[in-house]
């Protein structure tokens, strides 16, 4: 088994980490919501109206551009509002979910790429470049599973499987039937797998080693004219459930952690569960709370009557803004005042100590002024300072140049949090991918 | 603070104004502003602290700079045995105007560009304004100080788009203005030595041996291989005199021990670039071991042995705080050891073989500056290139 030392990144040790891996309850939802932003480049096409009964697995909606693909309903139900927002745009489907518990049952004996387009577990990976849901007209190259999530307080991705870790060597197979190349799994130093006709590797260093696409740069990168689907290790074992049973289980383990939660611990619920309910007894202060669906770095701000967003397994809660008018803050000399640079003393109480850390972004933006610091965070062989100004600029060819195709806009999450200059580097690498895809296609 | 913001807000009495009142109210306040999209959580560093940093690590340099000024004046008027603290009040007195006529230009300027963007004032002046005091010959008048920063901060920063956006470095433009359009003022006796009352303290009138010029101008001229510089007095002065900085030169670049210290600073905290700091100072090591190994008369500065050489004159504080500058130097890590190298062999090599100049620092860094977007692009496509092979053998 090949281990890959990755220097680069940094491990944010936020406070209001789970202790333990026990999961302390079975949440109910009383609302269940799917939303098409979190399936980055599916355009939906409605199937299912408001009012129309839907069974767990079935169809709402499917990509204009391809009918195959299918973004199913995670409970049997209602379907109780299309909720849109500017210019039509679907922001989210509710579902009022009943208690038939009816399940689709897909037939096995066809076609595999077929079942899966069908099951809607297709649209939970990701095909690089773009970062977008895969198409099926190609056949990966190669497929990248990350066994763990390294971001700051993210769920252990064991603790997710459970029980559905019986399943992954199925899923290993299917996916490998899929693509001409491997199925390569990335775990943690530590962490034991069993995965017949995968090629493991282990990641030893922080945040990001954990992202799929980080982890694929290491192992073989993704090349001009290269397709490679990333996926984690948790959808795998879906797909390997799957196809040994003919459903898919769209119930999850939540991690809900964060600075202003009673007490971090997992919570199982369902897939789009509506926070209020899941969140009944955890929050100590709503109104000073920023309520994230996903980790600090990555996730989705919502309100507390939002739902738990893709890939279902993370709740943080922060404070939104522990120091109101902080007088002088440039200049301050507590070693509390969070930096990983040593040009504030966070250093002398020690970078690895668990840390309290509000939504503010503590800076103006302004233009790259120092050196290295997007490099420091991403450890790929990538001039990403310069990736970057090309994708500001819109020169395409000096993207395509400079390796866009190998990274995702969560790459550079670490580096937006790191960056002196404030720039919103995620949606600028998001706005590169979608603008080269338009030009591709 | 929240009371009267909303005169300040278009609409408003004072809105002309928005960009300065945004400016003093994030430099009271941290902002309260919030992420909106993207990571929710920020790192406590921004420009601010960055350049407050900066500005701190020059520090060092600017007292003594202050007290170098007095002890020179005091030394001429043939008054040395004054108390010390007497010659820092007089070199403080004499600096003090020359800081805030670079300020009150410098950042007037940056206001008012800030508002005609309406933009945030950005931060870069912070560092520019102490470093123009420290870099202009202490006997420049006010106005032409004045003339030249404003030229610089117009004509290097900001029609390029402000700070981060400028190809040279502004303080560096703000001296070559002057050195080439004043040249007379900006070398010579006369240029590095207050003699005249400092707002209305210790006047007096030179002793017979005085003689002002650097020791890298007396280099310059000198006749024959006897090689001997000497201080305000005439007597001679050693490489340690020029290590501690009790020397003419400008106000901050005589003392290695205080520059050292604010590159010490600058490392510690990881602002500047060691790559390039150490390399700038191998390239200049290097270069400066060469011209003396094969020594000329007719290039009296060949004479000089390579520690003295990298001693004197604007060496140092060059290469800790002019070429480090991140905005203007070789951004990729390979880049940056070029880039280096270069400003340290073209810096002696301009002060050796080019009699005209005496100090190549300032021309070299300038040069390197304008060098430095093709060293990266070179850099950056040994990267692209391996990135289009790796793609040409997979197919």
């Not at chain 1, 209602?78 to 989210?92: C, L, P, Q, S």
């Not at chain 1, 600075?259 to 997992?266: D, G, H, I, K, N």
């Not at chain 1, 990736?387 to 140049?401: R, T």
């Not at chain 2, 933009?119 to 106005?143: A, S």
Request: hydrophobic share 45%; glycine share 10%; with cysteine.
């Amino acid at each position: 088994m090949a281990i890959v030392r990755l220097n680069k990144g940094f491990d944010i040790n936020l406070v209001g980490a789970i202790q333990g891996d026990e999961i302390a309850f079975t949440s109910p939802a009383r609302s269940v919501a799917v939303v098409p932003d979190d399936f980055h480049g599916v355009i939906p096409r409605m199937e299912k109206k408001e009012g129309e009964h839907v069974t767990a697995g079935e169809p709402l909606y499917h990509d204009k551009n391809d009918e195959a693909i299918k973004v199913v309903s995670p409970v049997s139900g209602t379907v109780k509002e299309v909720r849109r927002g500017e210019r039509r745009h679907i922001d989210a489907i509710i579902i009022a979910p009943a208690d038939d518990r009816q399940v689709v049952k897909h037939n096995l004996g066809g076609n595999a790429l077929e079942t899966l387009v069908a099951s809607g577990l297709w649209v939970m990976m990701r095909q690089r470049p773009y970062d977008v849901v895969p198409s099926t007209s190609v056949r990966p190259r190669d497929v990248f599973v990350t066994a763990f999530d390294s971001a700051p307080l993210a769920p252990d991705l064991d603790v997710v499987l459970g029980d559905k870790r019986q399943y992954i060597s199925k899923g290993i197979e299917v996916l490998g039937g899929l693509t001409d190349g491997k199925v390569y799994i990335g775990v943690r130093k530590g962490q034991s797998i069993d995965a017949p006709g995968a090629v493991v590797t282990t990641f030893d260093g922080p945040h990001p080693a954990g992202n799929a696409g980080v982890q694929a740069a290491n192992i073989a990168p993704v090349n001009k004219g290269d397709v490679v689907w990333t996926l984690d290790i948790v959808t795998l074992a879906r797909i390997g459930e799957l196809f040994t049973t003919g459903t898919v289980s769209h119930d999850t383990v939540v991690a809900i952690d964060g600075e202003m939660v009673q007490e971090p611990r997992y919570v199982k619920t369902v897939m789009g569960a509506d926070l209020e309910t899941v969140l009944k007894n955890e929050l100590t202060n709503v109104a000073a709370s920023r309520i994230i669906s996903g980790n600090v770095l990555t996730g989705v701000k919502v309100e507390k009557e939002g739902w738990l967003r893709a890939p279902y397994r993370h709740v943080t809660i922060i404070p939104e803004n522990s120091k109101p008018d902080e007088f002088m803050g440039w200049a301050s000399i507590n070693p509390n005042r969070f930096s990983i640079y040593r040009t504030f003393t966070t250093w002398l109480r020690g970078l690895k100590k668990p840390v309290s850390l509000d939504s503010r972004i503590k800076g103006g933006e302004r233009a790259i002024v120092r050196t290295g610091e997007y490099d420091a965070m991403l450890p790929m062989d990538i001039y990403s300072e310069f990736l970057i100004k090309a994708i500001i600029s819109g020169d395409i060819d000096k993207m395509e140049q400079l390796g866009i195709y190998e990274v995702a806009p969560e790459d550079f999450a670490l580096a937006e949090f790191a960056d002196t200059s404030k720039l919103e580097l995620q949606r600028i690498v998001r706005e590169g991918l979608d603008k080269l895809r338009a030009e591709m296609s | 603070m929240n009371k009267i913001e909303p005169s300040f807000r278009p609409g408003g009495k004072l809105a002309k104004l928005e960009s300065v009142f945004d400016g003093m109210k994030t430099f009271l306040f941290t902002p309260n502003t919030t992420s909106r999209s993207g990571v929710h959580i920020h790192d406590g560093n921004d420009l601010k602290r960055t350049m407050i940093t900066v500005v701190a690590a020059l520090v060092p340099a600017l007292l003594f700079g202050m007290y170098n000024i007095g002890y020179q004046h005091y030394l001429a008027i043939g008054q040395s045995t004054t108390g010390w603290f007497t010659m820092f009040l007089y070199g403080l007195l004499a600096l003090l105007p020359v800081i805030v006529v670079s300020y009150a230009v410098g950042l007037g300027i940056e206001f008012i560009c800030a508002q005609i963007h309406h933009k945030e004032i950005q931060e870069g002046f912070l560092v520019t304004g102490i470093l123009i005091p420290l870099i202009v010959p202490i006997n420049t008048p006010l106005w032409m100080t004045a003339v030249a920063t404003a030229f610089a901060v117009i004509f290097a920063k900001e029609i390029f788009g402000g700070t981060g956006m400028n190809i040279f470095n502004v303080a560096l433009i703000t001296r070559a203005f002057l050195f080439f359009s004043y040249p007379s003022r900006m070398s010579g006796d006369e240029a590095f030595v207050k003699i005249d009352s400092a707002l209305g303290m210790g006047g007096g009138t030179v002793t017979d041996a005085f003689t002002g010029a650097t020791p890298l101008g007396q280099v310059a001229t000198t006749v024959g291989d006897q090689l001997q510089m000497t201080n305000v007095l005439g007597e001679p002065i050693s490489c340690m005199d020029a290590f501690i900085g009790l020397i003419p030169g400008s106000p901050g670049e005589t003392s290695m021990i205080a520059i050292l210290i604010g590159a010490a600073i600058l490392l510690l905290t990881g602002i500047a670039s060691w790559r390039i700091m150490c390399s700038v100072f191998v390239g200049g090591l290097g270069m400066a071991a060469l011209v003396h190994a094969l020594p000329s008369t007719v290039y009296p500065a060949s004479l000089l042995d390579p520690v003295t050489q990298l001693c004197l004159g604007g060496f140092a504080f060059g290469a800790v705080f002019m070429a480090t500058d991140p905005v203007t130097g070789a951004r990729t890590k390979v880049g940056q050891y070029i880039y280096g190298l270069l400003i340290g062999i073209f810096a002696i090599l301009i002060r050796v073989y080019n009699s005209g100049y005496p100090e190549g620092m300032m021309l070299a860094i300038l040069l390197m500056n304008a060098f430095a977007p093709l060293i990266d692009h070179c850099v950056v496509s040994f990267n692209i290139k391996r990135r289009a092979r790796r793609a040409a053998i997979k197919q």
